[in-house]
């Protein structure tokens, strides 16, 4: 079991930069892959990246790739998203997740744990 504290979200600008971070509390942290999914008002939750445990290969979804970057750093229990180049439709509660799997079905794979949100606005 995973306990996930979510800090950073906010307010951006279009093209603005944002850097959201993920604590966990639990023994399993360091072989879980860790990532996050984001959901608008009214649409369905969705993938936005992930990194397999040990700083492993990393995944991302076709709307954020070459603009977001995730890492993790194990003996500080923490992950973080840098969020680059943002545009209006990033806006978005976003929600760090801990799984077992890291890659292009992130989509599709069980959660074991979710951070509560965070809310992140990004003006025109």
């Known amino acids: 079991e995973v306990q996930l504290v979510q800090s950073g979200g906010g307010e951006a600008q279009d093209g603005g930069s944002l850097t959201l971070s993920c604590a966990g509390v639990?023994?399993?942290?360091?072989?879980?892959?860790l990532g996050w999914f984001r959901q608008a008002p009214g649409k369905e939750r969705e993938a936005v990246s992930c990194?397999?445990?040990?700083?492993?290969?990393?995944y991302y979804s076709d709307s954020v790739k070459g603009r977001f970057h995730i890492s993790r750093h194990n003996a500080k229990n923490t992950a973080y998203l840098q969020m680059d180049s943002l545009k209006p439709e990033d806006t978005a509660v976003y929600y760090c997740?801990?799984?077992?799997?890291?890659?292009?079905?992130?989509?599709?794979?069980?959660?074991?744990?979710w951070g509560l949100g965070t809310l992140v606005t990004v003006s025109s």
């Open positions: 990194i397999s445990s040990d700083n492993g290969p990393s």
């Open positions: 997740a801990a799984s077992e799997f890291c890659g292009p079905d992130y989509d599709a794979t069980p959660v074991n744990s």
């Open positions: 639990g023994f399993t942290f360091e072989d879980l892959s």
